[in-house]
């Protein structure tokens, strides 16, 4: 039995895609092992969104390399797209696939060991074929409604390497959901590039999302990640559906109006506030985490202290929080007054702190509450899993199982950097 082994960098629906991909494999007889142990084929799902990213990703590379030089290695993702001259010119790397053939990465690596070398612009285009994600890395089910993006932020280099946003048929959707859910799935998470701007024939990102809680099953929906101005009032009365999990990751960018305007965001602070208001008027707990850039060009310490400011005021579960990194033609790689790079780290530390300090606060709010918890991993009375708010929670019960609900109630939190909540299953 052959072995493969998977690195994937980024964004869910680079995991979702990792999922369905390594799935595939498994159900052609081949071996999923840790990416740190010897196998015949790695394939590396690559992020480009930042500096850092790339820089990842070549490390990885590097890794599989020394692993075994004997096997083959395929890098695919958005660096695929954004540097593919870069790693075509690699020896070591066999290939180089591009998002809209990353579905057929099974197809080339099936060719090779038959003898037939194909070269990856050979395969087929499509977006969505990828097929289920059962035997993948991720206990919930991401499922795929939309690639690609329109909005063109002004730092954004996602429409140059993920393309124009492209919405999947509404039929094939529900029938990958019906799929996922008859395969034992208990929670279902719908993943893209830009989901609330979901498009196909007369429906919209509402509908969809209407039509899957209408299903039949014992399951519930997340949404993965969504735009501010991505939805609205039909969708915000979808949240206090009993399937429905409270969590919504919306993507804030900055606190500071002048430089969303910069950035070519498609909202105002004011716009946010209501949204969020209106979230957690359908449930005060409600979970919202969102992403923040560090330094965008022309940020001043006014612009900064406001997102800090936004921060604690609108209590964030969680805030994931990087440095702007240039990148190659985008409007703002030739936007005056970058911000020094000793200044972004030093405001990424302030706001960093801020941001456990919210975390923190948000989670401690959960102690002697209860939570459904989908468990992820068992050791013997003890499991890990996520409760309905996306927070981690581990507790102690018996005959525990993995993919199952459990009512759990909350006694503590851990000290730890990433606190998680600590509890009891109840009978």
């Known amino acids: 039995m052959k072995k493969v082994a998977f690195k994937t960098l980024g964004c869910r629906l680079n995991q979702y895609e990792t999922d369905a991909i390594a799935s595939q494999f498994q159900d052609n007889d081949f071996q999923l092992v840790p990416f740190d142990k010897e196998a015949d084929v790695y394939v590396i799902n690559s992020c480009t969104v930042t500096h850092q990213s790339d820089h990842k990703s070549r490390n990885f590379i590097n890794q599989a390399n020394r692993k075994n030089p004997n ?92 393309g ?53 099953g014992d399951f519930r929906l997340r949404i993965s990640s969504i735009e501010p101005d991505g939805f609205g009032d039909k969708f915000l009365g979808l949240l206090n559906h009993p399937k429905m999990t409270p969590h919504l990751h919306l993507c804030l960018q900055s606190g500071s109006d002048p430089v969303l305007l910069q950035m070519r965001r498609m909202y105002t602070i004011k716009r946010f506030k209501e949204i969020v208001d209106r979230v957690r008027s359908v449930r005060s707990d409600f979970n919202i985490t969102t992403d923040v850039i560090i330094g965008f060009p022309g940020e001043s310490d006014q612009d900064f202290d406001a997102t800090c400011n936004i921060i604690k005021e609108l209590q964030f579960g969680h ?24 200044i972004k780290t030093k405001r990424s530390e302030l706001l960093r702190g801020i941001s456990d300090q919210v975390k923190k606060q948000y989670r401690t709010e959960f102690i002697g509450k209860e939570q459904i918890v989908l468990v992820e991993k068992t050791n ?48």
């Open 71 to 162: 096997s083959i290695l395929v890098v695919t993702g958005c660096m695929a797209n954004n540097a593919k001259n870069e790693l075509e010119s690699r020896e070591e790397i066999n290939y180089v696939v591009e998002n809209d053939r990353k579905s057929s990465v099974f197809s080339l690596v099936e060719a090779h060991y038959k003898g037939e070398i194909l070269h990856p612009s050979k395969l087929n285009t499509d977006l969505f074929s990828y097929g289920s994600t059962e035997k993948g890395f991720h206990t919930r089910s991401m499922v795929k409604i939309q690639d690609g993006c329109d909005n063109f932020c002004t730092f954004c280099i996602i429409p140059s390497v993920r």
């Open 164 to 216: 124009r946003a492209v919405s999947r048929p509404i039929q094939d959707i529900l029938d990958n959901v019906r799929d996922v859910i008859s395969n034992g799935a208990k929670e279902v998470v719908l993943t893209g590039v830009n989901i609330g701007r979901y498009e196909f024939e007369n429906y919209k990102f509402d509908d969809i999302v209407e039509q899957i809680l209408e299903l039949e």
């Open 319 to 342: 805030v994931h929080a990087f440095k702007y990194s240039i990148r190659k033609g985008t409007r703002a790689e030739r936007m005056t007054e970058q911000v020094d790079e000793k």
């Open 380 to 427: 013997g009375k003890i499991a890990k899993g996520y409760g309905e708010h996306y927070i981690p929670v581990e507790f102690s019960g018996e005959e525990l199982k993995k993919n199952h609900f459990y009512k759990v109630k909350i006694k503590s939190m851990t000290a730890e950097d990433e606190p998680v909540l600590t509890g009891e299953q109840m009978i």
